[in-house]
């Protein structure tokens, strides 16, 4: 049975038995909706996501490209690889630096997961 978390997204299609996933498990979603490309999905349970914004140069009046980096807790239930688009959502802290889960994931190929 999936959970509705409160956001419009698709749910996974598989499904798991962890506690942290907002789909299956206890764990609410709060706060800020941010969208990226995943940078690294080496560890575990956690990938690095990368966000570009325009960042404004008050000299010469144009902006600039800057890029931040928010690591996400990413369930069993999601299958993602570097380049993926996620959307990730703000949660309660699970660890030092990781505050937010991925919600949806949009692969490379414009198929979802």
């Known amino acids: 049975m999936v959970r509705n978390i409160g956001v419009s997204v698709i749910a996974p299609r598989k499904t798991c038995e962890d506690e942290l996933c907002p789909f299956h498990g206890t764990l609410p979603v709060r706060g800020k909706l941010l969208t990226g ?46 380049g993926d688009e996620v959307k990730i959502a703000e949660c309660r802290p699970l660890s030092k630096t990781v505050s937010f889960v991925v919600i949806e994931v949009n692969t490379k190929d414009g198929g979802r997961s």
Do not use: W
């Not at 325009?54 to 928010?70: A, D, F, G, I, N």
């Open 37 to 82: 490309i995943v940078a690294s999905a080496k560890a575990k349970k956690m990938v690095v996501v990368t966000q570009e914004y325009p960042r404004p140069v008050q000299k010469y009046k144009r902006y600039e490209r800057s890029r931040s980096k928010v690591h996400a807790y990413l369930p069993t239930c999601m299958d993602v690889k570097e």
